[in-house]
Nanobody, 119 residues
Framework: QVQLVESGGGLVQPGGSLRLSCGGP????????MAWYRQAPGKQRELVAS???????DYADSVKGRFTISRDNAKTTMYLQMNSLKPEEAAVYYC?????????????WGEGTQVTVTS
């Protein structure tokens, strides 16, 4: 049973910053693409940012220039540095790990961490 564990969520004022963390097993960090998703109440889960095992990153247009995704494979931890947070970015943020195999896709999710952006 693969376990991804998020931390770092909380309450922040608009314009503030938070850093989320996601820890997991060594074999996940060795070869899986990692990503952060978020889901606000009444909305679909959306991809925020991703980082491959080799460190190639990608971001949703809405967060480019404000969020930074990174991973430390030696510490088996992924991070999401979020700056200039907006109220509409309040959501549950989920850690995701995925790997495409020849005949299957292996994917895991964390349980999520709540981010609240309000004054």
């Amino acid at each position: 049973q693969v376990q991804l564990v998020e931390s770092g969520g909380g309450l922040v004022q608009p314009g503030g910053s938070l850093r989320l963390s996601c820890g997991g097993p060594v074999h996940i960090f060795r070869s899986y693409t990692m990503a952060w998703y978020r889901q606000a109440p009444g909305k679909q889960r959306e991809l925020v940012a991703s980082v491959t095992s080799g460190g190639v990153t990608d971001y949703a247009d809405s967060v480019k220039g404000r969020f930074t995704i990174s991973r430390d494979n030696a510490k088996t931890t992924m991070y999401l540095q979020m700056n200039s947070l907006k109220p509409e970015e309040a959501a549950v943020y989920y850690c995701n790990a995925g790997c495409l195999f020849p005949t299957d896709v292996d994917e895991y999710w964390g349980e999520g961490t709540q981010v609240t952006v309000t004054s």
